[in-house]
């Protein structure tokens, strides 16, 4: 098992809550500086990303928006967005699609978003965008690498989501260094929270593929059974330190979905670490 890589990767990480976090309950938890990622859902919108955010860093953390491009009413709400975030000192932002049905305005896809992003004054310097290790239920395989390769000009990092195959991990980072991606690659995994939950969560978001290989592996049925019991990350992180893998030097850290439970995935990474 590759311990260094293992070592390098839990010592970079990046937490994700939900627009509904409470700013002063998740600065109670985590220390200064560390990078703190916002999500943004048709729901709550990009605005309430936005305020978040901002209120993250006013607390001292480094906050990262979501921005999702079916939610940019137009380049007026997207300097709008830019100017409020360039005040506040943040300066990197994670631009998605978005799950809306329809676009509230001019942008449909990330990489249209990104395009306009460029050019906008005070644009932040960092600037991620997303991959598909096991796909993506409504967009063909070709589709979504093509759509990768067009963002890389514009993008500093990609951010894979969530898997829980080590193996359709490694596939997906040969794929992706073979189609000449060569970004940095923060990987994407759930942090501590209930088994019930993560599996209603993954099956909302299109992770059925990746839960059917938990299933084989582990049993899903004895979890859930057990109500209280937390899904534990390590046996991915173990798999992919263990795995002959093209491509996993461009793995740089672990973005992790906490869910709002950000208090018991700090206190994981802490004791990993």
Not at 69 to 98: T, W, Y
Not at 255 to 264: C, D, G, K, R
Request: proline share 5%; glycine share 10%; charged share 20%.
């Amino acid at each position: 098992m590759d311990t260094t890589w293992i070592c390098r990767v839990l010592a970079n990480p990046r937490l994700e809550v939900l627009p509904t976090a409470n700013p002063d309950a998740v600065a109670a938890v985590l220390p200064s500086g560390v990078k703190v990622t916002v999500t943004c859902s048709p729901k709550f919108g990009v605005d309430k990303t936005v305020e978040l955010a901002c209120q993250l860093r006013q607390r001292g953390l480094l906050a990262v928006p979501h921005i999702a491009a079916r939610g940019v009413a137009g380049p007026a709400h997207l300097q709008r967005i830019v100017q409020q975030l360039a005040e506040q000192g943040i300066d990197e932002v994670f631009v998605v699609g978005g799950d809306a049905e329809r676009p509230v305005g001019e942008y449909a896809t990330a990489l249209e978003l990104l395009e306009a992003l460029a050019s906008a004054a005070r644009r932040p310097s960092s600037v991620g965008v997303a991959g598909y290790p096991e796909g993506h239920p409504s967009v063909a395989e070709e589709a979504l690498m093509a759509a990768l390769v067009a963002k890389q000009r514009y993008a500093s990092y990609v951010t894979a989501q969530i898997s829980f195959n080590p193996e359709a991990i490694c596939r997906w980072l040969s794929r992706i260094r073979g189609a000449g991606v060569n970004l940095p690659v923060y990987l994407c995994l759930p942090g501590c929270i209930r088994w019930d939950r993560l599996v209603r969560i993954g099956l909302r978001l299109g992770l059925g593929a990746s839960l059917r290989y938990l299933e084989k592996q582990r049993g899903l049925a004895g979890f859930l059974l057990t109500g209280g019991a937390l899904y534990d990350p390590w046996s991915t992180i173990q798999g992919l330190g263990e795995a002959t893998c093209e491509g996993r030097d461009q793995v740089v850290g672990i973005h992790w979905s906490t869910f709002n439970e950000v208090a018991a995935t700090w206190q994981w990474i802490h004791n990993k670490q």
